[in-house]
Nanobody
């Protein structure tokens, strides 16, 4: 099994930046991803990265967020710039077989809160 542990969440003003990290305690699957979930909303895919470092992003974060990984440290990152209040959510890292939809995810982290004030 292993675990995924997120860190780096916090509160920032609109236009600010945060960098989220996710530490993997076991071998990852075919791809890794970040999802987010706001109160009263379903969990939403944000970004993903595959074994070849190919990245994909949701339209809502494209150009503002950057997903990356350090394979030798088993760590996944999400650099979040130009943050908006609508980015406020709990952010979850994940890995699985297909990473652009929750149905392909095998493991989830426990989440880290990001709050963006206007």
């Amino acid at each position: 099994q292993g675990q995924l542990v997120e860190s780096g969440g916090g509160s920032v003003q609109a236009g600010g930046s945060l960098r989220l990290s996710c530490a993997f305690t076991a071998r990852t699957w075919f791809c890794m991803a970040w999802f987010r979930q706001a109160p009263g909303k379903e969990r939403e895919w944000v970004a993903s990265i595959d074994r070849a470092d190919k990245t994909t992003y949701s339209e809502s974060v494209k150009g503002r967020f950057t997903i990356s990984k350090e394979d030798n440290k088993d760590t996944l990152y999400l650099q979040m710039d130009s943050l908006k209040p609508e980015d406020t959510a709990s952010y979850y890292c994940a890995d699985g077989w297909v990473c652009t939809t929750s149905t392909g995810i095998g493991r989830w982290g426990q989440g880290t809160q990001v709050t963006v004030s206007s």
